[in-house]
């Protein structure tokens, strides 16, 4: 036993104190990022350590690995991030307190580097509003280094009269004041950023959607088809997938809300209130809209019925001219709240197709998730270059003057959706009786409409799909195909042929630089 040791009273119990300084480090760390928290919720929510840290490694990650994140962990991708940020952290702040058992102040050194890390992550952010930006991490690391010296000095302080040599209690009462502090502020914090969102719900709330001057006319009934495995037609706003680099889906208080329209060609400045937004004449479309990244038989793509204006007529209104009439700006930039940056080709916009300007998704106001108060979505074009969410302005440019975000990180400036197609059942490794299988599932060719869908059993002849209705050219569409399935392991595959004759090539691409190809196959097991 240590008590009985001579030597544990002159130099300390080695025992506990390492792990008690590396909790030391730990609960240091805890009350960093609560108080970086609480003062983040002051200044901005975006401007949290985690936040800022988080959206600078989003940034920097190389296209090939945030593929591989979102295939490895879908759209838990930003959890898995955000945990690892943790994880890293919390090592680091085990080191730190076990440094600070013999050097208080370098540790304390160490956890002020720290702060200037995430202050540094926060004010080069592209939603940064300024200087004030750094300090939720200084204020963060001042508390930590405070923290880290009391707690370690608590540790370290001698009590002979006690049978440990150290004073048990006083720690206890330190580390309990500091978690108890800790939680103050967290809590505070979240609350305080609760009543900030609030503003923005209140306004979610009391939008009251236009009647459309033009309404989508109903869906077909033949073209939603029910068939067990195979999605809605219309992917309900909860299902809808979702894809962006926001770590904190931005609240926008439509209320105070502005969209500024400018630049190459603009005769005059517009800026659009919301209230003038939903003044316009409002379009109703069911619109697809697919991501870039969606890989052959992968889940990103939803169909909706948005409500908007007319994103052409806003940019006349403006006096913007479209390049094949002479017009300067052959490229769009759209910011949005949270500094994305989305180009979209003018002419696109601007020729007769349903280029919207959404504010109603599927008959609700758009979910915050999905760019509340307003986004762009245009028929035809990838999200990335086409769907800005949480918008607030639209610069008028050129392709030459300007690469707006994902460009920068090595996507196609200009990407028209490909033609696919996707088995939805079988679910691939999928076992079933042999008899009657349906294989069935959708196919898109935005804006050309599909032609003809085809199916293969194993290595046999393409047989023709039965296709659902088309609700519109811009929209999917459903296909199946009843399948007299015998025994055995069976590899299905489907391709798509769209309107303009074009048949989807068969060899598996990777959707870098602009979107996947190939066609999607299904492995199933028939039983006997
Ligand atoms: N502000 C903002 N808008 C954005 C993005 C983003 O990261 N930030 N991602 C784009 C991409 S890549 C796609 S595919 C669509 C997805 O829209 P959804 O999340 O509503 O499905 O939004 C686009 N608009
Ligand atoms: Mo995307």
Request: aromatic share 6%; net charge neutral; proline share 9%.
């Amino acid at each position: 036993m240590t008590t009985f040791s001579p030597t544990s009273r002159t130099s300390s119990p080695r025992g506990p104190r390492r792990p008690l300084a590396a909790l030391c480090g730990l609960l240091a760390g805890g009350a960093a990022l609560a108080v970086a928290e609480l003062t983040a919720a002051g200044v901005r929510a975006e401007a949290g350590p985690l936040t800022a840290v988080g959206g600078a490694v989003i940034d920097a990650t190389p296209p090939g690995i945030k593929d591989w994140a979102i295939r490895t962990f879908g759209e838990s991708d930003k959890l898995v991030l955000q945990l690892g940020i943790v994880l890293i952290l919390a090592a680091l702040a085990v080191a730190l307190g076990l440094l600070a058992l013999r050097h208080r102040l370098l540790a304390a050194a160490g956890v002020l580097a720290l702060a200037v890390v995430g202050a540094f992550a926060a004010t080069s952010r592209p939603d940064m509003i300024g200087p004030q930006d750094a300090l939720p991490s200084l204020a963060g690391g001042v508390a930590g280094a405070v923290a880290l010296l009391l707690l370690i000095g608590r540790l370290n302080a001698r009590r002979p009269d006690t049978p440990s040599g150290w004073d048990r209690r006083g720690f206890l009462v330190t580390s309990g004041a500091v978690v108890a502090a800790a939680a103050a502020a967290a809590v505070t914090g979240r609350t305080l950023l609760g009543t900030r969102g609030r503003d923005a719900s209140a306004s979610r709330a009391e939008v009251v959607l236009p009647t459309p001057a033009s309404p989508a006319p109903p869906v077909p009934p033949g073209a939603a088809l029910r068939i067990p495995g195979l999605g809605p037609f219309t992917t309900p706003n909860d299902d809808f997938y979702r894809v962006d680099t926001a770590l904190v889906v931005p609240r926008v208080d439509a209320g105070t809300w502005r969209l500024r329209v400018h630049g190459l060609g603009v005769r005059e400045d517009l800026t659009l209130t919301f209230a003038e937004l939903l003044a316009r004449p409002a379009v109703e479309r069911d619109i697809t809209l697919a991501c870039v990244s969606n890989e052959v038989g992968g889940p990103y793509i939803g169909n909706a019925r948005w409500l908007g204006a007319r994103l052409a007529d806003l940019l006349r209104t403006a006096g913007v001219v479209p390049p094949s009439k002479g017009g300067p700006a052959d490229q769009l930039v759209a910011r949005s709240v949270d500094g994305m940056t989305i180009g979209t080709p003018v002419e696109d916009v601007m020729d007769g197709r349903d280029a919207l300007l959404a504010y109603g998704m599927n008959g609700e106001p758009l979910p915050f998730t999905h760019g509340f108060p307003a986004r762009m979505v245009v028929p035809r074009l990838y999200g990335y270059v086409s769907a800005c969410k949480w918008i607030e302005e639209i610069e008028l440019t050129t392709f030459d003057a300007y690469d707006a975000y994902w460009v920068r990180h090595d996507w196609a400036p200009r990407a028209p959706v490909k033609t696919q197609s996707r088995i939805d059942t079988p679910r691939p490794s999928a076992r079933r009786p042999a008899g009657q299988v349906t294989i069935a599932g959708v196919a898109w060719a935005q804006h050309q409409g599909i032609a003809r869908v085809e199916v293969r059993i194993d290595d046999g002849p393409w047989q023709e799909a039965r296709l659902a209705a088309e609700d519109t050219r811009d929209t999917w569409r459903q296909w199946y195909h009843p399948w007299n399935a015998p025994p055995g392991r069976h590899t299905l595959t489907v391709r798509a042929t769209d309107r303009t004759g074009h048949t989807q090539p068969g060899a598996v691409t990777h959707p870098l630089p602009d979107g996947a190809e190939g066609w999607h196959t299904v492995t199933v097991t028939i039983e006997e």
